[in-house]
């Protein structure tokens, strides 16, 4: 977890400068992290603190439910595929 919060500091910066592309990155990330089961506690803290509550409550809102979305369609339909053979 200390590697996560060390990429929130040294990328602060590049996300701000970006302004809403930097949102929609940062959301992929989320989404990225939820991929792998990482804990999204310190990407919703570090939303926060990057971009403030208004920008920051969008980019935790996109990459969590993009995320749930494809986690969702990889258990329906790649579960289904090992479950049939």
Known sequence: MSALINWLNSSQDYFRQLDW????LFAAAIVLAQMFMAPLSPMAV????????????VA???GTGLGAAINFLIARYVARLAQAS
């Not at 570090?46 to 409550?57: D, S, V």
């Open 21 to 24: 592309l930097g949102v929609a």
């Open 46 to 57: 570090g939303a926060g603190l990057i971009f403030g509550l208004g920008r920051g409550w």
């Open 60 to 62: 935790i809102t996109l």
